[in-house]
């Protein structure tokens, strides 16, 4: 009974002292490559910030809400009673092969033809707002 419960003591203080890794750094959006790169669109700007605004400004003017927690932004479609019909992520990340950023689109909840409708949409008015400045 005495060793089990310094064994605990022990094991709270080592998860205490390790550090843990960050999934949304401020260091900058994340790489990917290999098998990461599927459901990434590319974009023609090297700037992350300026992929994320446009985005941003996107989904604001199809009327879907969305909220940004780093570089991922999380869009949500409500039917008329409230219930979610579409879920989704955009995630700006960098591709190093083209030196370029890129958006990763994933579907979390709801129908798929209307998810590929809505992104579509999107991105093609990210790319329209990209190639206006």
Not at 80 to 85: F, R, T
Request: charged fraction near 25%; hydrophobic fraction near 35%.
């Amino acid at each position: 009974k005495v060793f089990g419960s310094l064994e605990r003591g022990l094991d709270k203080m080592k998860n205490m002292l390790t550090p843990r890794k960050r999934l949304n750094s401020c260091d900058g959006p994340v790489t990917v490559t290999g098998k990461g790169l599927c459901n990434v669109s590319s974009t023609s700007h090297h700037n992350p910030d300026a992929v994320l605004n446009e985005l941003t400004r996107a989904l604001m003017f199809k009327g879907i809400a969305c909220q940004q927690k780093g570089y991922i932004l999380r869009g949500k479609i409500t039917d008329p009673s409230g219930l979610a019909k579409l879920s989704f992520e955009l995630e700006v990340v960098r591709i190093p092969n083209l030196n370029v950023v890129g958006i990763r689109r994933k579907r979390l909840k709801g129908d798929a033809w209307c998810y590929k409708k809505v992104c579509e949409e999107v991105l093609r008015m990210t790319a329209a707002g990209g190639q206006r400045e």
